[in-house]
């Protein structure tokens, strides 16, 4: 069934909306080409988190990406932690979400399709991002492509970096794999080095925790995650009360590892888990490189990928076989 793109503002900023009878997104050009909401129609849940007392604002130069962060569906590129490397200064998260992107293109067939473009100036780069809703169900897939100007090739690291809106009863599902802390001081559950089986983890004081289980922002809690040696490409939550599924799902060659970070009210009141598919492990490029473990891009070469977005009812999401791994 045809999509419809229809144009409007979200507090005073350009926003373009995808919609059929099943989904609705709403994406935000000019502030990092973010996926501001992702509704599942059928259920009547909005996905995407909105973090309160954060207005949505262009960012100052140079600004701290925690003091801005408003929420809503970014990536991270050309890395994560800030500093120098390879004789370039990287900033905080990266490029992407501080830049207006372009609307390049729009179609408006059956399939319609928004295409944005931006060029980075860290590392010369022209990228463009496609998004589209899914023909066949709810749902929406994003198409990346990024083409270096670089006459040297270069490491870097790509993300996603979408957070939830967390409800009573929401669980967190994936389908296995390693886990092991990003500093088990940070943790309040994940507080030894592993590694760990998902979903189930042993604290210092001999006790286990199902990493599923979503804790209330009463909790207090804290946590920042490495899950490698996944056996599938996917990861999402279901929300029982409702009835409904998010599934995330990406090329497990381009993207190997996922991270959750996640706060119950314990990381500045904030309440949300942000699904991460990353290039690399660990978040220090220096180190990924090290280890064998960043992404690689040639002089004037390119790297293409794609990330989609499944909404369904919780008993689809079962039986199409990416439910919860007990």
Request: some cysteine.
């Amino acid at each position: 069934m045809a999509t419809l793109i229809s144009h409007t503002t979200v507090d005073g900023h350009r926003a373009v909306v995808l919609e059929d009878d099943r989904t609705r997104a709403v994406v935000l050009p000019g502030l990092g080409g973010r996926v501001w909401e992702l509704h599942d129609l059928a259920r009547g849940v909005q996905w995407v988190w909105h973090r309160p007392g954060v207005p949505l604002a262009v960012p100052a130069a140079g600004a701290e990406y925690d003091a801005v962060w408003a929420g809503g569906w970014e990536e991270l590129f050309p890395n994560d932690a800030a500093g120098l490397f390879e004789s370039h200064q990287l900033p905080d998260h990266g490029e992407w979400w501080s830049l207006a992107w372009e609307v390049e293109a729009i179609d408006e067939g059956r399939a319609a399709v928004l295409r944005l473009g931006v060029d980075t100036t860290v590392r010369r780069c022209r990228c463009t991002k496609e998004f589209r809703l899914l023909a066949d169900r709810a749902g929406i897939e994003v198409r990346y492509r990024i083409e270096s100007r670089e006459d040297e090739p270069f490491h870097f690291l790509f993300k996603q970096h979408l957070p939830l809106q967390l409800a009573p009863g929401l669980r967190l599902v994936a389908p296995g794999g390693t886990v092991v802390p990003v500093d088990p001081a940070f943790g309040s559950r994940v507080t030894t080095p592993g590694p760990h089986r998902w979903p189930f983890v042993r604290g210092a004081d001999g006790g286990v925790a199902d990493l599923r289980v979503v804790h209330p922002a009463s909790a207090r809690e804290q946590e920042f995650i490495y899950v490698s040696d996944l056996p599938a490409a996917w990861c999402g939550a279901d929300d029982a009360a409702r009835g409904a599924s998010l599934r995330m799902h990406w090329d497990h060659r381009q993207l190997p590892f996922l991270w959750f970070f996640v706060s119950y009210g314990g990381w500045r009141d904030v309440h949300t888990v942000v699904l991460e598919p990353c290039t690399n492990l660990p978040k220090d490029l220096t180190e990924a490189v090290r280890r064998g473990q960043a992404a690689t891009l040639g002089p004037r070469a390119t790297f293409e990928t794609q990330v989609r977005v499944v909404l369904s009812s919780l008993a689809d999401a079962e039986a199409a076989g990416a439910g919860d791994a007990r």
